[in-house]
């Protein structure tokens, strides 16, 4: 509901009533044009989702966000969430209107370079309409006030993402689309930006998210954590944690400042685990190139908080004490999925796959089996559930996240290094962040890189039986 709108009252100035007529046609006419106000500008809503082809209303069309500041202050005992969004992007294309994705949590405000803002809710959708038009090319602010208790978001897996309550806090997840469970913004991996994100919370628990912990101050009986991320970062990788953490600081390679928060009950469980990070990180250097962030770290909460590990940028997010393999897997996201990020969810074999062979190496190189003895078995295991779909077409939203998509994903990689040989295989997966490190790709910038790296091999046979073909390939 717009600002200011209320219940109606009758007007009984018969003047007054005539006077209104013309002004209240005048927003009919306004609302109906797609026109803005007082600005000259011509232009049209933006687009309401930017066609996923497993997520079509996630995102928006018409803008490129490039900052969000968030300011979060959430009571534990209540559940209320009581937020600040200000959201810096830039028009790109002429705009009447544009949409946020927001869902649940009340509305309270939204103001658009300085001005209040007529709004509206349909769905996920928050539509906002400026006051002036939007020209393209344009840099502009909305800032938009919310409260309410946030949702738990139930994916098409079955799994749990948005705000998950926890024992003694909570924690935001927003892998695919929960972020907006949350905060608003253009909610799709292919538009990244910067955060800040400001947790006030009670005195006594602790505010973890993404980034550099810029300051923690005290105010009243609460406490303020102010952390910032300097790199772009899809919406779906920002996270908030709340609760009771021994918080630890120790450094990596090249000093790199490793943060891990961890709930005392899974203190004891962790602490040799992710004691490995910095030894896991210079391991992932070498093979994947330079960390590409600021800091690393982890996040471990208790087991029934939430039912998967998570690759949030920085300091992935973990259900309980990880083993070795999974905190290998969740950290080369950093690289694959936070650092170069998929242009849609058809591409989530780009983040899973390399995680996935990430296990693979780091095996080889640890006295476990090597990648090809695990790709011979995993090949001749006698699993329907592995060849369902190819890693490139997953069959619906419920399954981005199956196996054919991590595993298959992890066969299409060592194919190539099969077919190229080791030198140009590293070449290649370390060139590939390189090239695109801070943006989003694409299954169709991929095979491209790959052939243009090694441009006397013939891949063709790669990409159509073990990248897009259907079913089990005939011989490994």
């Known amino acids: 509901m717009p600002d200011g709108a209320g219940a109606a ?38 687009a309401a989702g930017v066609r996923d082809p497993y997520f079509p209303k996630a995102g928006n069309g018409g803008y ?42 009340h509305v309270d405000s939204v103001v658009v370079e300085g001005r209040r803002a007529l709004f509206s809710r349909t769905g996920q959708e928050l539509v906002v309409r400026p006051h002036d038009g939007l020209r393209e090319g344009e840099t502009f602010s909305t800032t938009v006030r919310y409260s309410g208790v946030p949702r738990t978001l139930t994916d098409p897996d079955g799994s749990k993402e948005g705000w998950l309550r926890t024992a003694d806090g909570a ?18 991996p292919s538009d990244k930006a910067t955060y800040d994100i400001t947790v006030t919370v009670p005195k006594g628990l602790q505010a973890v998210s ?29 996270m908030v944690a709340v609760g009771h953490f021994d918080i630890t600081r120790t450094t990596g390679p090249h000093g790199l400042p490793v943060l891990t928060a961890v709930d005392p ?20 250097e070498y093979n994947f ?57 058809r591409d989530m074999w780009l983040n899973e796959g390399f995680a996935t062979y990430a296990q693979w190496l780091y095996d080889e190189d640890h006295g476990g089996d090597s990648a090809q003895k695990t790709f011979t078995d995993l090949y ?24 054919p998509v991590y595993e298959r994903g992890a066969m299409v990689l060592h ?31 991929f095979t491209t890189y790959v052939e243009k790296k090694a441009p006397d091999e013939d891949f063709g046979g790669i990409w159509k039986d073990w990248l897009y073909g259907d079913g089990k390939p005939g011989r490994p």
């Open 289 to 345: 190139g330079p960390y590409p962030f600021s800091s690393t770290g982890a996040v471990v909460d208790r087991p029934k908080d939430s039912g998967y590990a998570l690759e949030t940028q920085n300091r992935p997010y973990f259900p309980g004490a990880p083993t070795v393999d999974v905190l290998v897997h969740e950290l080369a996201h950093e690289w694959y999925g936070d650092a170069v990020t998929p242009k849609s969810w």
């Open 171 to 188: 924690a935001g997840l927003g892998e695919p689309v929960g972020s907006m469970a949350w905060f608003p913004g253009n909610n799709h």
């Open 265 to 284: 009950a899974q203190a004891a469980a962790s602490r040799r685990v992710l004691a490995k990070i910095p030894a896991i990180i210079a391991w992932e």
């Open 415 to 445: 194919k190539i290094r099969q077919k190229v040989g080791d030198d140009t295989f590293y070449d290649i997966i370390q060139g590939w962040v390189a090239s695109h490190r801070y943006g989003t790709a694409s299954t169709a910038d």
């Open 64 to 105: 490129d966000v490039g900052h969000y500041d968030l300011a979060l202050d959430y009571t534990p005992g209540t559940g209320r969430l009581t937020g600040r969004a200000v959201i810096t992007a830039r028009a790109t294309e002429d705009l009447s209107a544009f949409d946020l994705d927001l869902v649940g949590l």
């Open 380 to 403: 001749h295991r006698d699993d329907e559930a592995l060849w369902a779909f190819p890693p490139a077409k997953p069959s619906s939203a419920a399954h981005i996240s199956d196996r």
């Open 9 to 46: 009252r009758k007007i009984t100035d018969m003047s007054r009533s005539a006077r209104l007529v013309p002004a209240v046609a005048g927003v009919l006419a306004l609302l109906l044009s797609g026109t803005a106000c007082d600005s000259g500008v011509g232009g049209t809503p933006g």
């Open 210 to 238: 993404n980034g550099d912990l810029t300051s923690r101050t005290d105010k009243g009986g609460h406490a303020v954590y102010a952390w910032h991320t300097g790199r772009p970062m899809a919406s779906y990788l920002a």
